[in-house]
């Protein structure tokens, strides 16, 4: 469920928001930062795919060493799809683009879902401005550990604690430095105590936000 990495074995170190199919967004993005792929590491808050144009791409994105991810719950709704055949949820969810697929496109698809059946929960990172904790859309409890159970749900799918942050009531999470989420499209980003909500709505026509850890 958590993957802990050490920011020190990169020289910048980035967290993406929802990708979402926006490849050709993300590869305009990183090269206006200058990410160099042997020194650099870019992390993604999760949803990858659906909705936008590219989301086999974007998959491919999880056999290149300078990229990591969180899992999200598009990537949780395809998976649970492929496992059950039961597809309609994902469907609704903008997953139409996999079941446009024939034959060995389909095929190289469902191999690049083994990578998504592989993503964690939450990745630590230690950088160069603390300890940094991603998760897809929030950490379900008031204090962070490594390796503490949470429910999984939550962390793919929870709004509340940003609702109620956007209504100024509640407070930061314990334990570490800072918390980065993704899930809820917002008009920018918000910052509330030490956490960090970061989908802009890059496929809804917003921007793809690009947060500097290192």
């Not at 170190?13 to 870019?42: E, F």
């Not at 999880?62 to 039961?86: C, I, P, S």
């Not at 446009?100 to 964690?120: I, M, N, S, Y």
Request: aromatic fraction near 10%; glycine fraction near 8%; charge should be negative.
């Amino acid at each position: 469920m958590y993957l802990k990495l050490d920011g020190h074995n990169w020289r910048h170190v980035w967290v993406v928001s929802d990708l979402h199919g926006c490849y050709q967004m993300l590869i305009g993005a990183i090269k206006q930062r200058r990410l160099d792929p042997y020194q650099d590491l870019l992390i993604c808050v999760g949803d990858l795919i659906d909705r936008g144009p590219d989301s086999v791409k974007c998959l491919q994105l999880l056999n290149e060493k300078w990229f990591y991810a969180v899992r999200g719950n598009h990537e949780q709704m395809a998976l649970d799809a492929l496992h059950t055949h039961t597809f309609a949820l994902w469907m609704m969810n903008g997953g139409v683009w996999f079941a446009e697929l024939k034959g060995a496109q389909k095929q190289h698809a469902v191999d690049l879902f083994t990578r998504c059946d592989a993503l964690p929960w939450i990745i630590e990172i230690t950088c160069a401005n603390g300890v940094n904790v991603i998760a897809h859309a929030d950490y379900p409890a008031a204090h962070y550990a490594l390796d503490k159970p949470v429910d999984k749900q939550r962390t793919l799918w929870d709004r509340d604690r940003l609702r109620g942050l956007m209504a100024g009531e509640g407070e930061g999470i314990s334990g570490a430095d800072h918390f980065w989420f993704g899930h809820t499209p917002l008009h920018q980003r918000f910052d509330s105590h030490n956490l960090h909500y970061i989908d802009t709505g890059a496929v809804f026509g917003g921007a793809l936000t690009l947060a500097q850890l290192q």
